[in-house]
């Protein structure tokens, strides 16, 4: 269902989307500031909350379909290590699963630019030569058309999680 189905059903609820960091996100329920939150990082898990929803995500390192990467498979980290990234923000949830699990191989990576809107590094990636590390649902309908592929990168495993939550008071 989309919003104007739910704006037809229930004219006067207000609906407020809020884009913040996990942990924000879940001292907004603590403080009642949010009814219900959805968050795209690790699993998480507290007794005073409901997991109304959950799955895991797919998320894969992209690169433009005619990247030198394209096609190779079993690559390292460490074979696109210092290439140029284009990532989300900085400690926002799953870019900080991600840099958590470099750091314990104790690698980082200093993108190019950073930026929350997801479609904007798609576009970039899609027309340069830079890579981005992104869920599958934001990149699935770029790379059915041919403009971006998934790259191999066998030792990296990260585990990421769409959950829907709420206050269980």
């Known amino acids: 269902r989309n919003y104007i189905d739910f704006h037809n059903m229930y004219p006067a609820v207000s609906v407020k989307f809020t884009t913040a960091d996990t ?3 879940f001292d907004m329920l603590d ?77 980082e990576i200093k993108p190019i630019l950073e930026i929350g809107r997801t479609d904007m590094i798609t576009s970039l990636i899609a027309q340069g030569d830079m890579l981005s590390f992104l869920p599958d649902f934001v990149t699935k309908d770029m790379i059915e058309s041919g403009n971006l592929c998934y790259l191999d990168i066998c030792d990296m495993d990260i585990d990421i999680w769409k959950q829907l939550i709420y206050h269980k008071n």
Do not use: W
Request: no cysteine; charged share 25%.
């Open 23 to 25: 942990s924000v996100m």
């Open 31 to 107: 403080h009642n500031e949010a009814d219900v939150i959805i968050t795209l990082d690790s699993h998480s898990y507290n007794k005073d909350y409901i997991i109304a929803k959950e799955e895991p995500l797919s998320i894969h390192f992209v690169a433009n379909a005619n990247s030198k990467f394209a096609g190779i498979k079993n690559l390292s980290i460490y074979d696109i290590i210092n290439e140029p990234f284009i990532l989300t923000e900085y400690g926002q949830g799953y870019r900080r699963v991600f840099d958590k699990e470099l750091a314990k191989k104790s690698l």
